[in-house]
């Protein structure tokens, strides 16, 4: 692969010495390790409440939908507020959420309607959040720290992703569900004070201004980011790209693992413990490897080689009987979605104006929003005539996406 690097590039550990980029950093991953702390925590409430697991999908699904729904609207009033405000709010709205509910299940007046109700809510306010904490990276570190910053603030999330629902199983288990949520409570209100401590660039004047009472409406705003976002062969590739992971994550890594760990490594849930900890384990040391090369590659031919090098990967899980084949691949193709995360993310900020860029962002998160429940879907029905076919049409789609990548120059080119 043709790749150009810079000659001085800064080091992985360069953007933590600016006590802004620390303190986003330790915000961002406290509200992931937040997350993290409330799947468990509704989960096993609701579960304790009713026993019943079809009521667990609609108190899961009832904060899920308001976070697909309303991540364009986050998305679109980041490019006119303040990222870092919404992000406080958003933070502090989450925790007054938890500390309700917590307090609720202690005093005994919890009910399932108001869990729903209460997810619904968190999902809402969580829409505000993602897309900020994505494009408020370019205000607060210098250019050439990018990449490293995004290795680091990707490294961290990962981590907390993993942490956070396994901590917040400790908790429960050592105490009782509405624990967690207060538990819960405590990480957001943290990740607002650190935010909120965060210094950034101020924007151009222009975009400073208060949008005046003729200017384009919430809806006129939104489809101006999503034609931005299709508009460009370059950046749909790599939102295109983005979504055919997240297709990978939801079905292939969820029911396909868990296929794979019962019916053919036949070694049940400790070996699909293992899958999902390699997966994890390769993607964090591929986003800080990422961070630490550094430089500027061709975007464009990474984009093509993780679409090739994951459809490979899928081809290998479909074939292979044997436990350290699987377990080795998992973690290449983890490295792989780590490394390339980077550099994509990095080319996203440095290119995309920052009076759309929350917006390009959001589009990027629905669409992998709405990947996820149609993978579970369609790997769930593969599932039923065999893992090879599971994993088998997931590679022929990311083959023809590394394929249909290469055939534009201008996206072969990106840097």
């Known amino acids: 692969m043709a790749t150009t690097l810079a000659t001085d590039r800064p080091r992985l550990w360069a953007p933590a010495r600016h006590r802004s980029f620390?303190?986003?950093?330790?915000?961002?991953a406290l509200s992931l390790l937040g997350d993290g702390f409330s799947v468990v925590a509704f989960s096993w409430i609701t579960l304790s409440l009713t026993g019943s697991t079809l009521t667990l999908g609609?108190?899961?699904?009832?904060?899920?939908?308001?976070?697909?729904?309303?991540?364009?609207?986050?998305?679109?009033?980041?490019?006119?507020?303040?990222?870092?405000?919404?992000?406080?709010?958003?933070?502090?709205?989450?925790?007054?959420?938890?500390?309700?509910?917590?307090?609720?299940?202690?005093?005994?007046?919890?009910?399932?309607?108001?869990?729903?109700?209460?997810?619904?809510?968190f999902g809402a306010v969580d829409a505000f959040f993602q897309p900020a904490r994505v494009s408020i990276l370019p205000s607060v570190v210098d250019e050439d720290l990018l990449a490293p910053a995004n290795a680091l603030l990707?490294?961290?999330?990962?981590?907390?992703?993993?942490?956070?629902?396994?901590?917040?199983?400790v908790v429960i288990a050592l105490t009782q569900a509405p624990i967690a949520f207060l538990v819960d409570a405590v990480c957001f209100a943290l990740c607002g004070l650190c935010v909120a401590r965060v210094r950034t660039r101020p924007r151009p004047q222009k975009q400073q201004a208060a949008p005046e009472k003729t200017g384009?409406?919430?809806?006129?705003?939104?489809?101006?980011?999503?034609?931005?976002?299709?508009?460009?062969?370059?950046?749909?590739?790599?939102?295109?790209?983005?979504?055919?992971?997240?297709?990978?994550?939801?079905?292939?890594?969820?029911?396909?693992?868990?296929?794979?760990?019962?019916?053919?490594?036949?070694?049940?849930?400790?070996?699909?413990?293992?899958?999902?900890?390699?997966?994890?384990?390769?993607?964090?040391?591929?986003?800080?490897?990422?961070?630490?090369?550094?430089?500027?590659?061709?975007?464009?031919l990474l984009v093509a080689a993780l679409a090739g090098w994951?459809?490979?990967?899928?081809?290998?899980?479909?074939?292979?009987?044997?436990?350290?084949?699987?377990?080795?691949?998992?973690?290449?193709?983890?490295?792989?979605?780590?490394?390339?995360?980077?550099?994509?993310?990095?080319?996203?900020?440095?290119?995309?104006?920052?009076?759309?860029?929350?917006?390009?962002?959001?589009?990027?998160?629905?669409?992998g929003y709405a990947a996820a429940p149609l993978s579970l879907i369609l790997c769930g029905a593969l599932a039923g005539t065999g893992h090879l076919a599971l994993f088998g049409v997931v590679a022929a789609v990311l083959a023809a996406t590394g394929l249909a990548v290469l055939a534009s120059r201008a996206v072969r080119e990106m840097r």
């Open 22 to 28: 620390r303190l986003l950093w330790t915000g961002q």
């Open 58 to 121: 609609y108190v899961l699904a009832f904060q899920a939908v308001p976070r697909a729904l309303l991540t364009l609207v986050g998305g679109t009033l980041g490019d006119t507020w303040s990222t870092r405000t919404l992000m406080v709010a958003s933070s502090w709205t989450r925790a007054a959420l938890m500390a309700a509910v917590g307090v609720a299940g202690l005093t005994g007046d919890l009910t399932v309607w108001m869990l729903c109700a209460a997810a619904a809510a």
């Open 154 to 169: 990707g490294a961290g999330a990962r981590t907390a992703a993993v942490v956070g629902p396994a901590v917040g199983g």
């Open 216 to 300: 384009p409406s919430l809806g006129a705003r939104i489809r101006e980011g999503v034609t931005y976002t299709l508009r460009d062969p370059r950046l749909r590739t790599v939102v295109a790209l983005d979504t055919a992971v997240n297709f990978c994550y939801a079905g292939p890594f969820t029911v396909g693992f868990a296929t794979l760990a019962d019916q053919v490594l036949r070694g049940g849930s400790a070996t699909l413990g293992v899958l999902n900890g390699a997966l994890a384990g390769g993607a964090v040391l591929g986003t800080l490897v990422a961070g630490a090369v550094g430089g500027r590659p061709r975007v464009g």
């Open 310 to 367: 994951l459809g490979a990967g899928m081809a290998v899980l479909g074939l292979a009987q044997s436990t350290p084949v699987v377990v080795a691949t998992v973690l290449a193709m983890g490295f792989a979605i780590g490394f390339q995360g980077v550099f994509g993310l990095s080319w996203i900020q440095r290119n995309i104006p920052q009076d759309v860029l929350t917006r390009v962002v959001s589009v990027d998160m629905v669409l």
